[in-house]
């Protein structure tokens, strides 16, 4: 029998992490990484427990040895962010989990990328893997950098990269409710992000890959062929399906309530504008 692939996760205390690492505890051999003071006794329970910063390079390094695939799911969500919070976690941050991954000779880093890379898009448009990024926000900016590293590390230092294009991860349950509009054409079910998970970490080495990853939604910004014939990816949910109010499916072609605007400059843009006089 061969031993259980050792895989990282980082933000492991976080909301995707912790779900992930619930169902396959037994089945790959878990290593979580987060802030002190974030884990809770049931992480214990499904893995090694590592808390350090990911802008601590050197504390990164060490919980990367012997580690086979990491999954970088750490850092800073929220689309409206400053750029002040996220240049540390989401740009170092992640150039820091990808060097120690390169030193360490992991085979496979698989990252955390998101919908906010093609949010600058049309809402109304599908946009493929292969068409120009354009970020909606600086947050979808700094995913756009962890796509790009990972690409050129792929390139140059022969370890595995895949991205995954993650939509709105939310349980089914939250499509009942009448403001769920806004996240029908991007939703990703908690149980297809999962397979989609599994398939890319149980794959062999495959270069640079990116993946849209949502659920199989009838209208969809992100098309999901390439993940359906790549990794035999068969999604469980479709949102339009499950979702009661119909009215919300408009107003999301529609692209009413897409969430906060963001403007992760405007911290710096005030700053400016201020010592300018403007
Ligand atoms: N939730 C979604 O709908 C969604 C959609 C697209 C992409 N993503 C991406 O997936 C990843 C995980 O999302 P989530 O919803 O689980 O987020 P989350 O906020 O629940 O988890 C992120 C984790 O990262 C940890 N973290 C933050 N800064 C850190 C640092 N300096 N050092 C170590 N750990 C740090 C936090 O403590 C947290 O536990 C994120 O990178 C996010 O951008 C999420």
């Keep these: 029998m061969t031993a259980p692939r050792s895989v990282l996760i980082t933000g492991g205390a976080g909301n995707i992490a912790t779900r992930f690492a619930e169902r396959v505890s037994g089945v790959y051999d878990l290593t979580l990484l987060d802030l002190p003071g974030r884990f809770t006794e049931a992480h214990a329970a499904w893995g090694r427990l590592v808390e350090a910063d990911l802008t601590d390079l050197e504390a990164v390094g060490e919980a990367m040895r012997g580690i086979d695939t990491v999954i970088h799911l750490g850092g800073e969500r929220r689309p409206a962010s400053l750029w002040s919070t996220l240049l540390p ?31 600058g898009y049309e809402p109304q448009l599908q946009v493929r893997e292969t068409d120009p990024v354009r970020p909606g926000d600086l947050y979808g900016v700094t995913k756009c950098f962890g796509e790009a590293l990972g690409a050129y590390v792929a390139a140059t230092e022969g370890v595995s990269f895949t991205a995954l ?108 504008m201020s010592s300018t006089g403007k």
């Design 89 to 119: 976690v989401n740009i170092v941050g992640t150039y820091n989990v990808v060097a120690a991954a390169v030193a360490a000779g992991c085979r496979h880093v698989i990252y955390g990328s998101s919908v906010h890379v093609v949010t």
């Design 165 to 272: 294009r993650i939509g709105a991860f939310q349980d089914p349950e939250r499509l009942a409710d009448d403001r769920a509009g806004w996240m029908l054409r991007d939703y990703c079910a908690p149980e297809d992000l999962f397979q989609l998970l599994a398939a890319v970490i149980d794959a062999d080495r495959s270069g640079f890959q990116i993946y849209n990853a949502v659920s199989g939604n009838r209208f969809s910004r992100l098309p999901i062929d390439k993940a359906r014939a790549k990794l035999d990816y068969a999604p469980a949910y479709d949102a339009f399906e499950v979702a009661a109010p119909f009215r919300n499916a408009i107003e999301a072609v529609g692209g009413v309530d897409d969430g906060p605007v963001a403007s992760g400059m405007r911290e710096d843009v005030e700053r400016i």
